[in-house]
C-alpha cells in the first residue's frame, strides 16, 4: 500500500461537478494499493498517518499529529501511484489492485482511520474526480507499507 500524505489548509473531491468529500484542514490521502497488499497493510498506514506528527506545535516544531492537531482526513483512491514509467512512454499499471480487491481494503484502511478517531471524508473509488487543496507548507510525504 502506498499513500501520499499531504497536509493541507483546506480540501475537496468533485465528481460531475458534485461535492463528494471535503476537509476543512488536515491531511488529503492518495491511497494507492497493490495486489500484495493484506489488511494488515491497511492497519499500518492508516496507524502511521494518523500519528504522523507533522503539524506544527505553539513553538513552531512538528511535533502534533493530525488528530493532535484536530484536523481531519480526505481519502482518495488513486491506482495510478503503481504505474510504473520504467519502460516506454505509457505508464503500466500491472501491479495496481483490480478494483475488486482494491475497493473492500480501501473501504477497510478508511476505516481503521476511524478507529484512531479521525473524521474521514472520501472521494468516490473509480470514479474521475478533481481534487482540490491548499497544500500547508507544502509538507508532502509518502508512506509504504513495504
Not at 497493490?34 to 499500518?44: I, L, M, N, P, W
Amino acid at each position: 500500500m502506498r499513500i501520499v500524505v499531504q497536509r493541507s489548509k483546506a480540501a475537496q473531491v468533485t465528481v460531475d461537478g458534485r461535492v463528494v468529500g471535503q476537509i476543512p484542514m488536515g491531511l488529503v490521502l492518495l491511497v494507492g494499493i497493490t495486489h500484495e497488499d493484506t489488511e494488515q497493510d491497511a492497519k499500518y498506514c492508516a496507524e502511521k498517518v494518523a500519528g504522523l506528527r507533522i503539524f506544527e506545535d505553539e513553538s513552531g516544531k512538528m511535533n502534533l499529529s493530525v488528530t493532535d492537531a484536530g484536523g481531519d482526513i480526505l481519502s482518495i483512491s488513486q491506482f495510478t501511484l503503481y504505474g510504473d514509467t520504467r519502460k516506454g512512454k505509457r505508464p503500466n499499471f500491472m501491479t495496481a489492485a483490480r478494483p475488486e480487491q482494491a475497493e473492500p481494503l480501501y473501504e477497510r484502511f478508511n476505516a481503521f482511520l476511524r478507529e484512531q478517531g479521525l473524521r474521514v471524508e472520501t472521494g468516490q473509488f473509480g470514479a474521475m474526480m478533481d481534487v482540490s487543496l491548499v497544500n500547508w507548507g507544502p509538507v508532502t510525504l509518502i508512506v509504504d507499507s513495504k
